[in-house]
């Protein structure tokens, strides 16, 4: 067996140490054997290729927190979207959620899912679409119907206008159908402009709706106009009355107060 390598000692080898090389080995195979040759020095790479092999390095690492950080914002808005979502269904005891029993009312006589959804939304900030299905849900359905609605119809306003579930038939609803029977609609075209804007139910009749009607007549225009404009554009019901009275003024100095006002309100003020 040869004996162990040993390090030479010496001036040379401590030059070699100085300068980053292994000492020259020396191994014996045998009594006065040759000398083996120093082994290859590891040298540094160059400064070009040691900074490609760290970008090479560094590439994978880089997109992978950039990947993390684009799911992470992305997951963010989604979260909070869903968050905000309108929320139908009550928790049960259960783990799974139970609808409200307002919500499978509507979804038993022929509401849709995105329909429910739109009650719910619309029902009120903060509350939970919760109603009382005997003393508020059915009477006020039941009164649409009555009203000559159709049954699409009733889904219509009921969906753009959940509130109306807030709201008494007797103390509130009647009141403003009244009150357009009054101002000369009949029961046919009372349905009609319900049907096209059922926010009336939003407004009281002695704040908002007479002081309207008699800016008309202040205007000169009769009852039959007035009526004819109201079946047409119910909207023009909830204009402040500065504005109403400032575009009628403008088109009666021009001969166009019937023909144009319901138009003309839609306009802004700057196209106005």
């Given amino acids: 067996l040869a004996p162990k390598p040993s390090c030479r000692k010496g001036p040379l080898a401590a030059t070699h140490r100085r300068l980053g090389a292994a000492p020259t080995m020396r191994r014996r195979s045998g009594r006065g054997g040759p000398l083996a040759p120093p082994p290859p020095a590891l040298l540094p790479l160059p400064l070009p290729l040691r900074l490609m092999l760290l970008l090479f390095v560094a590439a994978p690492v880089t997109q992978c927190r950039s990947w ?14 869903l968050a905000s979502r309108p929320r139908i269904a009550l928790q049960s005891s259960s783990s799974e959620a139970a609808l409200s029993p307002a919500a499978e009312h509507l979804l038993s006589i022929g509401f849709s899912e995105g329909q429910v959804r739109q009650v719910a939304s619309g029902f009120g900030s903060g509350r939970s679409f919760n109603p009382d299905v ?9 009164w649409l119907s009555s009203l000559g609605l159709s049954e699409l119809q009733v ?23 009244q009150w357009l029977a009054a101002v000369g609609i009949g029961d046919d075209q009372i349905a009609r402009v319900i049907a096209r804007y059922p926010a009336l139910f939003s407004f009281s009749v002695e704040g908002k709706l007479k002081p ?11 009852e039959a106009e007035i009526t004819r404009m109201l079946v047409s ?3 023009l019901l909830i204009y402040s009355s500065k504005r109403l009275t400032h575009r009628m003024t403008v088109l009666a100095a021009r001969g166009r107060l019937a023909s144009s006002l319901g138009s003309a309100m839609r306009l802004t003020d700057a196209k106005f």
């Fill in 233 to 235: 554009f119910p909207q």
């Fill in 212 to 222: 309207t009607v008699q800016a008309l007549r202040d205007q000169g225009l009769g």
């Fill in 134 to 142: 005997e003393r508020s849900v059915k009477p006020v359905l039941k």
């Fill in 68 to 81: 993390l950080m684009t799911e992470r914002d992305l997951r963010g808005p989604l979260v909070a979207g």
């Fill in 155 to 177: 889904q219509k306003v009921v969906s753009s206008h959940s509130r109306i579930f807030r709201s008494s038939v007797d103390q509130y609803l009647k009141p403003i159908v």
